[in-house]
């Protein structure tokens, strides 16, 4: 029996010694340090952060003169150094922010600011829209910061990157605009209290400088460069002919433009 015994047990030994000979240099060693997936993830994510950075860093820098022309506006209008940067901290939008601080030195009511505001930002609701898809799976916290955030600037650079569109990529592009704007309006603030009518320098040229290059890059075919040329010629004429709705028609006409070109191209193939 004692032999039955140690037979069975050099068996044992035999058979457990070629498994791990066989399958060894697959069983992960737990004193290694080995990258997890949990690591690759937050790697890929520090990538993806940076990379949204880095894509949003010229309209952030753009962005310089808009930023002190908002800070300084808000001084002359009569508000405290808190809350002129309050209204770009927890506003954060450049063309309402100056229509806002227009309506205020106007003497306009407080229903009237809000309702020109909400009109004027609607083109948000569209930009929300495009970004449903990728969004959708976010978490409600990461969904409303991401809303917050969301910018002419910020639609632009995640719509003309070939890169997917996630939470790291977003809010490292979106944080990166919204710091280089309160940063900027708060030095438009200071400066405010040491040159008098600092915003009749002519600073809101870098509105139309930002919007040349959100724009360019979104021209990719015949018909949106047909439709952008015909918006610009518009403008222009009746802004010659001092036509106060010319700029909605100018975008209007350019919209219908580019579609019926887009239309013809279509049959024509």
């Excluded at 927890?90 to 009109?119: D, E, P």
Aim: hydrophobic fraction near 50%.
């Amino acid at each position: 029996m004692k032999h039955n015994f140690i037979q069975a047990h050099d068996f044992i030994f035999l058979q457990t010694t070629s498994l791990l000979k066989k399958y060894g240099h697959k069983m992960p060693n737990r004193n290694q340090n080995t990258p997890t997936q949990s690591d690759d993830l937050q790697l890929d994510e520090r990538k993806c952060f940076r990379q949204g950075v880095k894509d949003i860093l010229p309209l952030s820098i753009a962005v310089l003169p808009w930023g002190i022309l908002a800070g300084s506006m808000a001084v002359n209008t009569g508000l405290s150094t808190a809350q002129a940067l309050g209204m770009s901290v927890f506003i954060f939008a450049g063309a309402a922010q100056l229509v806002c601080l227009g309506l205020l030195m106007a003497g306009a009511s407080s229903i009237s600011i809000m309702l020109t505001i909400f009109f004027l930002t609607t083109q948000h609701l569209i930009y929300a829209l495009n970004f449903r898809e990728d969004v959708k799976n976010f978490s409600l916290a990461k969904r409303m910061l991401i809303g917050f955030l969301l910018t002419d600037e910020l639609f632009a650079v995640g719509m003309t990157g070939h890169r997917k569109r996630t939470f790291a990529y977003l809010f490292g592009a979106g944080l990166c605009f919204y710091l280089s704007w309160c940063v900027f309006s708060l030095f438009g603030i200071l400066l405010a209290q040491k040159i008098p009518n600092l915003e009749q320098l002519h600073l809101d040229f870098s509105i139309v400088a930002v919007f040349i290059l959100i724009i360019v890059p979104l021209v990719k075919n015949r018909a949106t460069l047909f439709g952008v040329s015909v918006t610009l010629v518009f403008c222009l004429l009746f802004k010659f002919l001092h036509f106060e709705m010319g700029l909605i028609l100018s975008g209007l006409m350019g919209m219908i433009s580019a579609t019926l070109w887009a239309k013809i191209e279509e049959k024509n193939i």
